[in-house]
């Protein structure tokens, strides 16, 4: 969709800052690259395809900034969908736009759309909290797809947790009506005031992924596991 993108180990990542993306430009779709996704979709081809068929893949990990750098010399800036979000959410109230969440439980989406309301005030929101489950029934997809088309969002928010988050709009994205569409769980946990972000002297040294971890053994394990196949990756490209 954009020409401002660089290859970073095979992925075309968004290479420039939040101000390009509009949305006014048709169907987009914007998904999230870090290392761990990185190393997921190396074993998981419908993830690695959804990553790949992105319109928007923007480096979420200092990680990837980090790639970008030492194999190609590409200068870019990590992008956290956080940033994304609240960029997209900006945009939204100036004009009065309309906004839907899908994923999490549903006192977290109260919480959330109690936040906007508070925060955005222009902007009406929509919500719907799916059944957990590690993949849905038909049916369960069929009632997804109409409460989102029913409600006709500028902009969907998908948070199912990844890769399940990423797969799900990859494979239903031509059924659903929206002008941008991004996949950012974390970020529903962090808008509802469930998770703190990193302190800012954190994300400013690029040690987000860090605090993330220390609140949370999941997460620790995941990049202990992750980060050192994603360093050698980034030796062998480099040294191919």
């Not at 949370?216 to 995941?222: G, I, V, Y």
Request: net charge neutral; glycine share 8%; proline share 4%.
């Amino acid at each position: 969709m954009l020409d401002d993108v660089i290859d970073v180990m095979g992925y075309k990542v968004f290479s420039e800052s939040l101000d390009k993306i509009e949305l006014n430009e048709g169907k987009i779709v914007v998904n999230t690259i870090n290392p761990h996704s990185y190393v997921t979709a190396k074993s998981d081809k419908i993830f690695n395809d959804a990553l790949k068929d992105s319109d928007i893949l923007i480096p979420d990990g200092s990680g990837i900034v980090l790639a970008a750098k030492l194999i190609n010399g590409d200068k870019i800036n990590k992008i956290a969908g956080a940033d994304l979000h609240q960029h997209l959410l900006g945009k939204l109230d100036m004009k009065g736009g309309s906004v839907f969440y899908v994923g999490a439980s549903q006192e977290t989406l109260y919480k959330i759309k109690a936040r906007l309301f508070s925060d955005f005030p222009n902007i009406n929101v929509g919500t719907y909290s799916p059944p957990f489950k590690g993949s849905f029934t038909h049916n369960d997809n069929v009632e997804i797809i109409e409460k989102i088309n029913s409600f006709g969002p500028d902009a969907l928010f998908v948070g199912m947790t990844a890769p399940k988050q990423e797969k799900w709009l990859h494979q239903n994205k031509e059924k659903l009506n929206f002008k941008v569409a991004c996949s950012i769980g974390a970020v529903f946990d962090f808008y509802a005031g469930n998770t703190k972000r990193a302190p800012q002297w954190m994300i400013d040294f690029g040690l987000e992924w860090f605090h993330r971890s220390l609140l949370s053994w999941r997460l620790a394990k995941r990049n202990f596991i992750s980060n050192p196949i994603f360093i050698k990756d980034i030796m062998l490209e480099k040294f191919k």
